[in-house]
């Protein structure tokens, strides 16, 4: 089956700081999407990227579909304390709408 | 109010026991989800329905069942609970215009 590696599993940034991660794939995917959960909470939905090359923003969230269509990378600008949580790459793996989730990165911000 | 809801929040049962989750949508959406989700692993599709009458098994369907009562409403059963079992379960709703998936906020259920 498909197999999607996010990275990194966990970090650890000071408020201020700027975060990345990604998600890889041994597989083509059409559409990537990014989510948060807080805990105790549901995965919301960040940003959706439809197009490989595209690059979208979201406040200061931006995520973009790489050009491989193979990978896709989120940054965040500047954190803040409410940027904690788990955050969730998807893709997308057939005309059916299935998506197949990363294990998530886990965001702790210290003052 | 939320647009997908889930009941119970929190529930702890037995080994052998039977047990029903149910979600709730006011987002009008056709195609409804159950996922499962355990630390380190992300979320893993159970069963996917895209209408009352489409009902389809995800990734991880053994030992679970679903019943898509009407649009707004989709439960998943657990006819005989056993210890793994124990999880985060999601539902989530998706329109026909876009492949964007909303979810609950979640049933954690231990099965002891």
């Known amino acids: 089956g498909q197999q999607l590696n996010q990275s990194p599993q966990s970090m650890f940034i000071q408020e201020g700081e700027d975060v990345s991660m990604n998600c890889t794939s041994s597989?083509?995917?059409?559409?990537w999407l990014w989510y948060k959960q807080d805990p105790g909470e549901g995965p919301v939905l960040l940003i959706a990227?439809?197009?490989?090359?595209e690059l979208t923003s979201n406040g200061r969230l931006t995520a973009q579909f790489g050009t491989t269509r193979k990978d896709s990378f989120l940054n965040i600008s500047a954190s803040i304390p409410s940027d904690v949580g788990i955050y969730f790459c998807?893709?997308?793996?057939?005309?059916?709408?299935?998506?197949?989730f990363g294990a998530g990165t886990q965001v702790v911000v210290t003052p | 109010d939320a647009d997908v809801t889930q009941t119970p929040r929190n529930r702890i049962t037995k080994t052998g026991k039977r047990i029903m989750l149910e979600c709730s949508q006011t987002?009008?959406?056709?195609?409804m989800y159950w996922y499962r989700q355990d630390p380190g692993l992300g979320l893993r599709l159970i069963y996917y329905?895209?209408?009352?009458?489409?009902?389809n098994k995800g990734e991880i369907s053994d030992g679970y069942s679903v019943s898509r009562q009407a649009q707004a409403k989709f439960s998943l059963s657990l006819e005989s609970a056993i210890p793994n079992q124990t999880a985060l379960y999601f539902c989530?709703?998706?329109?026909?215009?876009?492949?964007?998936?909303?979810f609950g906020p979640g049933t954690r259920l231990t099965v002891t």
């Open positions: 989530a709703t998706r329109g026909d215009s876009s492949y964007e998936q909303y």
């Open positions: 597989s083509i995917f059409n559409t």
């Open positions: 990227l439809y197009k490989a090359g």
């Open positions: 998807a893709g997308l793996t057939d005309s059916w709408g299935k998506l197949q």
């Open positions: 987002k009008g959406h056709d195609r």
């Open positions: 329905s895209f209408d009352v009458k489409d009902i």
